[in-house]
């Protein structure tokens, strides 16, 4: 659907968006670790994203190689829990986007990606991690691409708004995975770590998405992806290559 | 012969288990690995990747691991890992599984499912 250069140039924003404001929370991401983990959130995000855009610079491949090249940087770059299941899950979904970047593309990689989180970090909502921003997230980005319709700029909205409310969700919550877990009930009424990194990461997706999409096109777009007309191809091209990240 | 990677969030720690487990089963193949990337409190998935290659001499390999990023770590390491035997995670508390796995590792009839059944039953060790 995309010619390759747009799908890389917005690609290579949505990420560049996600590493600059990883560094500028990096404290805050970090006060919070400190409160109920080990203090190295902020600071292994901002690592991880960093070598992930420098590495997805210097990439060739099409989208799948280029978001799969983020995982492996995450991976290797990221010391906690979050290399895993940040990278680990990226890498696994990345395959999804095989195919191009469309709506439905990215709700398989969001799918994918939620999926491989879950398996992974054995944690459902409720125990207190990334889990509770991410499950809404995804869920509501499925259901306004699939069964609402909606143009993809606003499913990314609706889903940055769940995820948002996911974050709040965590507070009052008592921790039954990860670090935070040993502390029992010291861990309540603190906001958790990882579900605030992933809602920075969507409301930067989301930022992208508002940059490179025209909404109202984006919308009829998204019932025909793969066949677009002559006068629909830029808005298709912008509208998948930003929604594509969703996940990251 | 079945080797043994035993991953800590700190190399000495490792280090240290991987001693206490040699003592006990000194002929078994035991690559120690921990801490992050840039050597804090942490586990980097390519150092434990390198250690199950390195453990590995085509009979397998068994994985024993501390806590949280090292268990997914070496799962990654475990799917990342040029190793074509067998390679498993023992579901072990790290030091007396390790023993454990050392132990059965030395065995002639150990396979990878023996050894990660040997560390397992570490769980049933009761201190008091």
């Known amino acids: ?248 | 012969m079945v080797g043994i990677v035993v991953v800590s969030h700190s190399e000495r720690a490792a280090e240290g288990i991987v001693e206490v487990a040699a003592e006990m089963g000194g002929d078994a193949r035991i690559e120690a690995v921990g801490s992050d990337p840039d050597g804090g409190i942490g586990t980097s998935m390519d150092a434990i990747r390198e250690s199950i290659e390195a453990a590995d001499d085509g009979g397998g390999v068994v994985v024993l691991v501390d806590l949280g990023s090292a268990v997914m770590n070496a799962e990654i390491a475990i799917e990342e890992a040029a190793v074509e035997a067998d390679a498993g995670i023992a579901d072990a508390p790290v030091l007396e599984g390790a023993v454990n796995a050392a132990v059965e590792a030395t065995s002639e009839s150990a396979t990878v499912e023996s050894v990660v059944e040997a560390a397992a039953e570490a769980r049933e060790y009761r201190k008091l």
Not at chain 1, 7 to 19: D, G, K, Q, S
């Open chain 1, 1 to 248: 659907m995309a010619d390759a250069e747009t799908e890389r140039e917005a690609l290579l924003a949505a990420i560049a968006n996600v590493a600059d404001r990883l560094a500028a929370e990096r404290e805050y991401l970090t006060d919070l670790d400190s409160a109920i983990g080990d203090a190295d959130h902020g600071t292994n995000m901002d690592r991880g994203f960093e070598a992930a855009l420098e590495q997805a610079e210097s990439t060739d491949g099409d989208a799948a190689a280029i978001v799969k090249t983020v995982g492996t940087a995450l991976v290797s770059a990221v010391g906690g829990a979050s290399g895993p299941l940040y990278g680990g899950s990226i890498m696994s979904a990345s395959a999804e986007l095989e195919e191009g970047i469309a709506p439905e593309t990215t709700v398989a990689f969001a799918e994918a990606y939620l999926e491989k989180v879950q398996d992974r970090g054995d944690a459902q909502v409720g125990a207190k991690t990334m889990v509770d921003a991410l499950v809404p997230a995804v869920h509501t980005y499925k259901r306004s691409i699939e069964v609402d319709d909606l143009p993809p700029v606003e499913a990314l909205r609706k889903a940055a708004d769940a995820a948002e409310r996911g974050v709040a969700f965590t507070v009052p919550l008592r921790a039954k995975k990860g670090r935070a877990s040993y502390l029992g009930w010291r861990s309540v009424g603190h906001r958790d770590p990882g579900a605030t990194s992933t809602l920075l990461i969507v409301e930067e997706l989301l930022a992208t998405a508002e940059e490179f999409l025209d909404e109202v096109d984006g919308g009829s777009d998204a019932t025909a992806p793969t066949e677009p007309d002559i006068g629909a191809d830029d808005a298709e091209t912008e509208n998948g290559d930003a929604v594509g990240e969703e996940g990251e």
